[in-house]
């Protein structure tokens, strides 16, 4: 299969689909004229201030994630790492979760307290893993991660049966995660967050490829390891942390689109990236349209629609691959 | 009983005997002598006054926990509030009902905190998670009764219910038929001309709406309004912003809400007409929480703000 005709006309497939599907009944023709600028206020707005900067937002997210979770699983070598394993849910879980408790307000008080949770994990997680030397052990830093969100995790479930406020269950909801925080200024925020860790990401696409055949063999063949694994570590970290803070938690996506682009079309870090970037993005956006969509006025939670969309096909993907 | 430390029954003559029961072997025997001879009293008593006719062919009963706050206000509603020896942590009406011991949550309650109140009755709201608790309590020799309590119709259904377990049959019918008059006049009270479209939104992000299935909503149609998602069958739904956006809604109804929510200045939000103009209609108490006798006045309330609004 020829990659970037088909990522790129994939790509393209969803960003229309996602602006050009909602639950307002709105007809092909009109959402080409609202995108012009032409037709009643209320479609416009619909148009372009809702569904463009939310398909937008689904997209680069997508994309965030699929990158962090190729980046994640080369760094600890483990098939299973995704974008939250490493602490970073229940960290913004509990963030969310200690904010709507303890009244924090503001309209971006609870996003903002969920990435300072994530980013508290980070730090935590990270003062474990690194042992003797300030050498990253990638073995203690996966379960560390693990621990941490557990602990968090605990927390959160103690605060919810202690705690009176009626709100904090539906507190939950917002973690399941989805995109109806998205605004433009969500996305322009995202958008400039997110290119510096997809940059540095990308820049290290070769430095992933080494160590993706191990520590030793990467130190053989040049790579400066330890403060290679930190950079890689913190900006996967930082970039999920940010899509924590615009989308909640949305599972799926960062472990399976890398899976699926090595079966597809190889391991190389330097096209897989970009790869994984384009196919988690067009996943992502056509589940958002899918979740407003199919079962309108009713929304489904989008990680609902990934899971039960892209399973089935990694399935197959999978044993294609086996065999 | 044997568990309890201060046990208090109420004669039906309304005299109360309170009994002490420590540790020591005497008084717990003094204790249980004690309790005998109320629960004789009472037998006598029940004779005296002929027999009452209840549930399984048991007595009244008079020892009773109940596992949702509608069920308490109901039990006090009716004078059956001296038979309340358990409440859910959350029943907070009539506010006599604080003076009950709490038994923790009503749903998937704590069996052991419930057989501890030593109940001859429990009411359970109907629902899934509570068959569990239902079962281990019926395993245990307690009577327990599962009511639904999800529409304004099984206000006086409850009641009646109630009124028969622990004998309080006339209270509870007139409870009920003073409760099922309102609800008629409410329903046949003038309609405004062009009702006023309202989404009762109860959670920003997802966005969370109140169906057609809900008591809310029964609340807001009594009121003279239209519920723009009436016609979803669930209580509560999932929408998107868009969804919203599209069916326009001329007020936003907060329910026990902050008057000026957060999320209302966020960038998504000003699409809907209704919130950039913060249109919204903010109600507080409990009787918008939960199906309760005071509906009645919830509605008369809700009439009167959105009639306010409407000027």
Redesign the interface.
């Known amino acids: 299969m020829k990659r970037w005709p088909v990522l790129l006309g994939l790509a393209v497939l969803a960003l229309a689909a996602g602006v050009a599907v ?4 709105l007809s092909l023709h009109q959402v080409a004229r609202a995108l012009g600028g032409n037709g009643d206020t ?1 479609t416009l ?2 148009v372009r ?3 463009l ?2 398909t937008l937002l689904a997209f680069l997210v997508g994309g965030s994630l699929a990158v962090t979770g190729a980046v994640l699983q080369a760094l600890v070598r483990n098939p299973l790492a995704d974008p939250y394993l490493l602490g970073l849910s229940g960290g913004a879980g509990l963030g969310a979760v200690a904010a709507i408790a303890l009244g924090v ?6 996003p903002l307290a969920a990435a300072a949770g994530a980013l508290a994990a980070i730090v935590l997680v990270y003062r474990l893993a690194v042992v003797a030397d300030a050498v990253l052990d990638t073995r203690v830093l996966l379960l560390a991660g693990v621990v941490v969100g557990s602990f968090a995790a605990a927390l959160v479930g103690a605060i919810l049966a202690l705690s ?1 406020a ?2 904090l269950r ?1 507190a939950l ?2 973690l ?1 995660g ?1 995109f ?7 996305l322009g925020i995202f958008a400039v967050y997110a290119t510096v860790p997809l940059a540095l990401l990308v820049r290290e696409s070769r430095m992933l490829d080494l160590l993706s055949l191990g520590e030793e063999p990467a130190r053989f063949l040049g790579a400066d390891v330890e403060p290679l694994k930190r950079r890689l570590y913190l900006a996967a970290s930082l970039l999920t942390a940010a899509a924590v803070a615009v989308s909640g938690i949305i599972g799926f996506v960062g472990l399976v689109i890398p899976h699926a682009v090595r079966v597809l079309w190889g391991a190389r870090h330097g096209s897989l990236l970009p790869s994984a970037f384009l196919l988690g993005g067009s996943l992502l956006a056509a589940a958002d349209a899918v979740a ?1 969509t199919a079962f ?6 989008v990680g609902v629609v990934t899971a039960i969309v892209g399973v089935p096909v990694f399935a197959v993907l999978v044993r294609r691959w086996a065999t | 009983m044997q568990s309890t430390t201060r046990q208090t029954a109420r004669l039906p003559v309304g005299v109360r005997v309170t009994v002490h029961s420590g540790p020591s072997r005497t008084s717990r025997l003094t204790a249980v002598a004690a309790v005998a001879a109320v629960a004789a009293v009472a037998a006598v008593a029940a004779v005296a006054c002929g027999p009452r006719p209840s549930p399984a062919g048991r007595g009244a009963a008079e020892r009773v926990v109940s596992l949702a706050p509608a069920f308490t206000e109901l039990l006090f509603a009716i004078g059956a509030g001296d038979r309340v020896v358990g409440r859910t ?1 959350w029943c907070d009406m009539p506010p006599a009902a604080l003076d009950v011991p709490s038994v923790g949550d009503g749903i998937a309650p704590n069996v052991e905190a419930i057989v501890a109140r030593n109940p001859d009755l429990v009411v359970l709201y109907a629902s899934t998670a509570n068959t569990a608790a239902g079962e281990r309590l019926a395993s245990v020799g307690v009577r327990t009764m599962t009511l639904a309590m999800d529409r304004l119709e099984h206000v006086p259904a409850a009641a009646q219910a109630l009124g028969e377990a622990v004998g309080a049959q006339t209270a509870a019918d007139s409870l009920a038929a003073w409760f099922t008059r309102g609800l008629d006049s409410a329903r046949t009270a003038p309609r405004p001309a062009a009702p006023p479209r309202v989404v009762i939104l ?7 709406v109140i169906g057609g299935g809900s008591f809310q909503h029964e609340l807001l149609t009594l009121a003279g309004a239209e519920n723009v ?1 009436g016609d ?1 069958p ?1 209580p509560s ?7 919203i ?4 809604p001329d007020l936003v109804v907060l329910l ?1 809400g902050d008057p000026n929510p ?7 939000w ?2 809907v ?1 209704a919130v950039r103009q913060r249109r919204f209609v903010t109600v507080r108490g409990t009787e918008f929480a939960r199906p309760t006798p005071r509906a009645l006045g919830a509605v008369r309330r809700l009439r009167t703000l959105l009639d306010s609004v409407a000027r």
Do not use: C, K, M, Y
């Open positions: 909602g639950p307002a009944d209320a707005a619909i201030d809702l569904r900067p939310r307000v503001g309209s971006w008080g609870v009176p009626e709100g539906s909801l917002w399941l989805g109806d925080g998205a605004s433009w200024t969500a407003r309108a006025p009713l929304s489904l939670p | 942590a109860t959670w920003d992000r997802p966005p969370i998602f979803l669930q739904a999932q929408v998107a912003i868009e969804t956006a599209a069916r326009n026990d957060a999320w209302a200045d966020r960038p998504e000003q699409v007409p």
